[in-house]
């Protein structure tokens, strides 16, 4: 079936720090990827989303590009700051389908 | 612009009691959802809804129903509640359109004791 999985957490980076989140799926056909963004006490919030192979989303700095040769859906982000500090959730939902699929989530703490 | 409503934000329940999480949204989307997020954990879906009248059972349904009269509304009922149930409950709608993002609910924290 279908299935996300991202990199286990916590990470913590200081301020200005290169970020990497790796995040792969599974799934038949051609599903949409996103990330989602929770802060702290809230719901979560779309942060970018790629329909199709080699679509690049992007978003307050970060970004995702779509790699269907290696079914991968990286976040990066050049300098982070403290306010990135939250935790990001790789998902899927497939062309055909009408379930999302959400990894376990990374927490990411900046720290000045 | 309200997108998913969820009421109430926080409750606490003592064992052996029922309550129903309430959800709506302003949307019109066919889609609906409710997760719950245990404390450093992923989300798990518990029911789904593809439209008014149809419901589904997700990974977790135990202890739990929905109903969906309308296209607006999609509460979650917990008619005897445990303590495992203690959890933050997300709802969440999606268009019936491919390659559309599932909007959330502000969430609701609750407690059984």
Not at chain 1, 50 to 72: H, I, L, M, P, Q
Not at chain 2, 15 to 22: A, E, R, V, Y
Not at chain 2, 85 to 101: D, G, I, K, L, M
């Amino acid at each position: 079936g279908d299935s996300v999985t991202q990199m286990e957490g916590p990470v913590t980076l200081s301020e200005e720090a290169f970020l990497t989140i790796n995040c792969t799926y599974t799934a038949t056909g051609y599903p949409s990827l996103f990330w989602y963004v929770q802060y702290p006490g809230e719901g979560l919030q779309l942060l970018l989303k790629a329909t199709k192979a080699d679509d690049k989303g992007s978003n307050k700095g970060f970004e995702a590009t779509y790699r269907k040769e290696t079914t991968s859906f990286h976040l990066e982000k050049g300098s982070v700051q403290v306010s990135d500090s939250a935790v990001y959730f790789c998902a899927l939902v497939a062309n055909t389908g009408n379930q999302f699929y959400f990894g376990t989530g990374t927490s990411l703490t900046v720290i000045p | 612009n309200a997108g998913v409503t969820q009421t109430p934000k926080f409750r606490i329940l003592k064992i052996g009691q029922s309550m129903t999480l309430q959800c709506t949204q302003d949307m019109n989307h066919n889609y609906m959802y409710w997760y719950r997020q245990d404390p450093g954990m992923g989300l798990k879906l518990i029911y789904y809804s593809v439209g008014a009248g149809i419901t589904d059972k997700g990974e977790v349904p135990n202890g739990y129903n929905v109903s969906r009269s309308t296209t607006e509304d999609f509460p979650l009922r917990l008619e005897l509640a445990a303590p495992s149930q203690t959890s933050v409950y997300f709802c969440a709608s999606s268009s019936r359109e491919s390659n559309t993002e599932a909007f959330f609910g502000q969430g609701t924290r609750l407690t059984v004791v």
